[in-house]
């Protein structure tokens, strides 16, 4: 692929007004470097799901699911590697530590029953999430790909990305909208420290209220405490301590 391709598709994705348009676009691109699938998605931490991360599935029917059925991500090599790191890497090259342990290993045994053997990774900043990853994925034992091929993969990469963002805060239900305000002012006193308790006294109502409202910040936003809750309303400017 010459590097003119990739220009005319970085000028495609600002054009894109939807995310399967944008997918199925990015799939054409990734098969003349030998990848057939992709996934764009953040990663998941503490306890995070996946599913509600998931951005661009281009993943093989069937596999997505079992990905997330099995909650491969707390497992998986490779996601982990991808909270660790911004140098897009080949899957092979994840460090044992992540990458040799029983369960990583399963999972990349599983995956090619779904004709997934080898992939490369391209970690990325975010806006609505800790951090998220493009990854490519091939059905060949052992990717083939040039430096320069490197590069068109993650300049692809880069500007999918960017278009996904750009078509979240051009939505109609925008991402402000995922929490509603009495939630967005439960995460903000939790962020002062405030207790329920606390809480539920400064605002004049029951405790079980305010354990409500915090259990549904925690639900949008896939977390299992609300401190992380209030670490990802921050981050994504939702709530101003």
């Known amino acids: 692929m010459i590097d003119s ?33 992709l996934i764009l998605s953040g990663v998941p931490l503490g306890g995070q799901k996946l599913a509600p991360m ?3 599935n281009g993943w093989p029917a069937g596999w997505f699911e079992r990905y997330l059925e099995a909650e491969h991500a707390a497992v ?38 779904f004709g997934i053997s080898s992939g490369f990774a391209v970690p990325m900043l975010s806006v609505n999430h800790w951090q998220s990853v493009l990854s490519f994925a091939s059905s060949a034992k052992a990717c083939s790909v040039s430096p320069r091929d490197q590069v ?24 402000d909208d995922i929490l509603t305000d009495r939630e967005k002012e439960v995460l903000l006193w939790a962020a002062a420290g405030k207790t329920s308790s606390e809480t539920s006294q400064i605002l004049g ?21 609300t401190t992380q809750a209030v670490v990802e309303a921050v981050r994504r400017r939702l709530i101003h301590p």
């Not at 068109?152 to 805060?169: D, K, R």
């Not at 109502?205 to 405490?225: D, M, P, Q, S, Y």
């Open 205 to 225: 109502l029951a405790e079980r209220t305010i354990k409500w409202h915090a259990t549904r910040a925690r639900e949008a936003f896939g977390v299992a405490t």
């Open 152 to 175: 068109q993969l993650v300049t692809m990469a880069v500007y999918a990305g960017m278009s996904i963002q750009a078509l979240s805060n051009t939505d109609e239900h925008g991402v």
């Open 54 to 56: 998931v951005e661009l």
């Open 76 to 113: 998986d090599g490779v996601c982990i590697y991808s909270a660790k790191t911004l140098k897009p890497f080949f899957w092979a090259d994840v460090p044992p530590k992540w990458s040799d342990t029983d369960a990583s290993r399963r999972v990349a045994s599983e995956a090619t029953e």
């Open 5 to 37: 391709d990739v220009f005319d598709f970085v000028e495609r994705c600002q054009k894109h007004k939807a995310t399967g348009p944008l997918l199925t676009d990015l799939l054409d691109m990734a098969r003349n470097l030998g990848f057939e699938h």
